[in-house]
C-alpha cells in the first residue's frame, strides 16, 4: 500500500507562491493518478487538481485553474502543487491521495474514488 507524505506548506502572505510536495513510499506512484484535495476551516474537504499517471492529462478546480499547476515527477515518486498567486481563501490544510488511472477522467474530483490519504500540510495566506 502506498504512504503519501504532504511538505511545503506555510504561512505566506497574499500574492505569494508556494509550491506543495507529495513523496510517496511503500509503491511506486507512477501507476496512479494523483490527486490534491484541500479543507478549510469548518468547511468540507474539496478538490483542487488531479494529474494522470503519465503527467499528461491534469485537472484543476475552478478557483485554481489560473493560479496553480500539478506536476509528477515519477522517477522521484513525488507529485508537485504549484500555487501561485495566493489568496487568503486558499487557506486550508491541504492533502494528496491516489486513485486508480482506471476512474481517474470520469472520477477525479470525487474522494471515495480516491485511497491512500497522506495527513495534510496547512497552508496559511495573510491578507
Known amino acids: 500500500q502506498v504512504q503519501l507524505v504532504e511538505s511545503g506548506g506555510g504561512l505566506v502572505q497574499a500574492g505569494d507562491s508556494l509550491r506543495l510536495s507529495c513523496e510517496a513510499s511503500g509503491t511506486t506512484v507512477g501507476s496512479y493518478a494523483v490527486g490534491w484535495f484541500r479543507q478549510a476551516p469548518g468547511k468540507e474537504r474539496e478538490f483542487v487538481s488531479a494529474i494522470s499517471w503519465s503527467g499528461d492529462v491534469t485537472y484543476y478546480s475552478a478557483s485554481v485553474k489560473d493560479r496553480f499547476s500539478i506536476s509528477r515527477d515519477n522517477a522521484m515518486n513525488t507529485v508537485y502543487l504549484q500555487m501561485n498567486n495566493l489568496k487568503p481563501v486558499d487557506t486550508a490544510v491541504y492533502y494528496c491521495?491516489?486513485?486508480?488511472?482506471?476512474?481517474?477522467?470520469?472520477?477525479?474530483?470525487?474522494?471515495?474514488?480516491?485511497?491512500?490519504w497522506g495527513q495534510g500540510t496547512q497552508v496559511t495566506v495573510s491578507s
Open positions: 491521495a491516489v486513485c486508480s488511472s482506471l476512474l481517474v477522467s470520469r472520477w477525479y474530483s470525487t474522494q471515495s474514488a480516491y485511497m491512500s
